[in-house]
């Protein structure tokens, strides 16, 4: 897989590969502390023998400081391995999601794709620590352990096997149960999550809808179900002490007993038997350690699917092997175009839509709110691809194109105007990066932006806030214009994108962009009907199907749809 979580491993393989051979190592060193206590206990102490107490001793403190030591590289190098493959991760994410088309972005959702770039992320690094540091060590040490164990006195050791595989097959229940209750607990945390994305990123409208506390209340809600399913899953994980303790005090009373009986026939020494109970501590201990970095990693089962959903998702929009890059002109035809959004058998938004439109021409598109006029030009674009027929701009099918062709040919002004903070230059900078000073006067004048652009201290260099939240409304629109005419498109598509301006200024645009820029096409959706009057034509839209496609003279004749537009248009005017 190209594109798997694994590949992100690779640049940090060396630290991948040696902290688990570290930590593996820092615990087998801790394995052997217990045997020394036997010698202590043995040749030292019950002989009276300082110089083999001391030793012993020294050999200990070797092997702790040495354990110690293994243990705290090991600990950075996994704490290097796994902020790496984090860091490496989001880069990975975030190169993704910008190469989406606009229907991969549609099939996630802005809060979903933020969440997994974030939390997600975050999860796997957590778990890529303590599988680091925990997974391989304390297997191999319990097993080790055992082995000594066995050394020491194999009947005994028989005793201790039984206790560790009751504790095993308890904890293992316990796993399996927290695991399942994690995966609810995350899916409600997703929820939660989206709300926060939602309603930080729609408080203005929160405010002024005033539904703070509709809002507060629900996410109260959501917050509780959370808290509810945390304090479930660690109340089950709670039960891990005392079925530890209880165990441990079983297999201690069980190994005292039986020990004790082995000391007096002579079968084994005291010494022995504090190695012996010094061992069934630290396995008892491991055991513990594994229990919760099993659970950790399971917890971030979900975030890894998660993430490598988003990594394996191909853009749905891709470049063609010998892509065109040059385009002749702005001629658009729509041949028998059908469209609809996401994948399956939905409803089409447009159904079999066939036209022409000749290279600078003026076009305005009119029709009903909802009735696709948006999802119209999203194709001339290539922002979605046709589902039957053929989207032709240029000469060729915009399928030929390479994604820069089609941006470079391309304005368009959305519905949804956005700037960027910074400053105005850099802004308009987006539509063209080598613009001279001659470019930006240009296009701000065509935009009707040089005026207040001129009014502002710093002109150019004035300071935008982020989406442009200084600026009115209509003066975020002219500079997403100018933005658009720095670049000197082969064809304009203006998207409902001069809704905030009196119609004085919206008509000397129009007027400019028809007398200075003649060769551009120019696609102008507008709600207003009366103010497309003198475009060369009018596309009328309907419920997804082209109702007419003429002068606004002749539509009046032959188009009913129009008509009523322009009724209710006329309506509206009598009545203000
Ligand atoms: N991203 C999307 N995913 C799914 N359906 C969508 C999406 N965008 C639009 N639609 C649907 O497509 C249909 C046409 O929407 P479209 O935005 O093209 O209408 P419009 O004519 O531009 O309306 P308006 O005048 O309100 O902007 C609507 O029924 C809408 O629900
Ligand atoms: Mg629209």
């Known amino acids: 897989m190209k594109n798997s979580i694994l590949q ?11 902290a688990p051979i570290l930590m593996i190592a820092s615990g087998l060193l801790e394995t052997m502390i217990p045997l020394m206590t036997t010698h202590i206990v043995d040749d030292g102490i019950q002989q009276n023998n300082i110089s083999e107490v001391l030793r012993w001793g020294g050999f200990m403190l070797i092997f702790a ?44 959702g ?19 620590q303590t599988v680091l540091t925990q997974f391989f060590k304390t297997p191999v040490a319990v097993v080790y352990s055992l082995i000594l164990t066995i050394q020491l006195n194999g009947k005994l050791s028989l005793v201790l096997m039984i206790g ?22 995350y899916v409600d945390y997703d929820k939660l999550n989206q709300r926060v994305q939602e309603n930080v990123t729609g408080i203005r409208v929160v405010k002024s809808f005033a539904r703070e506390k509709k809002e507060c209340d629900g996410f109260d809600e959501s917050a509780e179900t959370v808290r509810r399913g945390f304090v479930k899953v660690e109340r089950l994980l709670a039960l891990n002490n005392p079925i530890m303790m209880l165990a441990l005090e079983f297999c201690f009373v069980g190994i005292a007993w039986i020990g004790a009986q082995f000391i007096s026939v002579g079968d084994m020494t005291t010494g022995d038997l504090t190695g012996f109970i010094t061992y069934a501590f630290q396995i008892m201990s491991y055991m513990a350690m594994l229990v919760l970095s099993f659970v ?51 409803k089409n938004v447009l159904e079999d839509v066939d036209l022409t439109i000749r290279s600078g021409e003026m076009v305005g598109i009119v029709g009903a709110t909802g009735s ?51 400053t105005i230059r850099e802004n308009l900078e987006w539509g063209k990066s080598n613009a001279t000073e001659e470019d930006f006067a240009a296009a701000a004048r065509l935009a009707c932006a040089d005026g207040f652009i001129a009014e502002k201290e710093a002109g150019l260099d004035s ?90 003279e002749n539509l009046l004749k032959t188009c009913a749809v129009y008509r009523e537009l322009c009724a209710a248009a006329e309506g509206r005017e009598a009545a203000s």
């Open 164 to 185: 560790v595989v009751i504790i095993g097959v308890l904890l293992t229940l316990i796993i399996v149960k927290s695991i399942k209750m994690y995966r609810q607990v």
């Open 372 to 422: 696709s006029k948006t999802s119209l030009i999203n194709l001339i674009s290539r922002l979605y691809d046709v589902k039957e027929g053929k989207v032709i701009v240029g000469g060729h099918d915009v399928r030929e194109y390479s994604a820069d062709a089609l941006t470079q040919n391309i304005a368009v002004v959305l519905q949804k105007n956005v700037l960027f903070s910074g």
């Open 65 to 108: 400081v040495s354990a110690l030591i293994c243990a705290l590289i090991g600990n950075v190098y996994s704490a290097k391995a796994s902020s790496g493959l984090a860091a490496n991760l989001r880069d990975a994410l975030f190169v993704r999601v910008q190469k989406f088309s606009f229907a991969n972005l549609d099939k996630y």
């Open 296 to 346: 950790q990693l399971a917890a971030s089962f979900a975030s890894i699917r998660r993430v490598q959903e988003i990594l394996n998702d191909e853009p749905t929009i891709k470049d063609p092997e010998n892509p065109v890059s040059e385009m002749n002109d702005g001629a658009i035809a729509f041949e028998h175009v059908s469209f609809r959004y996401g994948e399956g058998n939905g």
């Open 8 to 18: 992100q491993v690779k640049q940090y393989k060396g630290l991948f590969i040696a």
């Open 463 to 552: 300071v935008i806030e982020q989406g442009g939240a200084n600026l009115s409304g209509g003066q975020r629109q002219r500079l997403c214009l100018a933005r658009a005419l720095i670049k000197k498109p082969a064809i304009l598509i203006l998207d409902d994108a001069l809704s905030a301006l009196d119609t004085a200024t919206e008509s000397k645009i129009r007027t400019s962009l028809r007398e200075d820029m003649p060769e551009m096409t120019k696609l102008i959706i507008t709600q207003r009907v009366g103010s497309v009057q003198e475009a060369d034509r009018i596309l009328v839209l309907d419920k997804g199907r082209v109702s007419g496609f003429d002068t606004h």
């Open 110 to 128: 802005v809060s979903s794709l933020v969440t997994r770039q974030t939390t997600d992320v975050t999860n796997i690094q957590t778990a890529a």
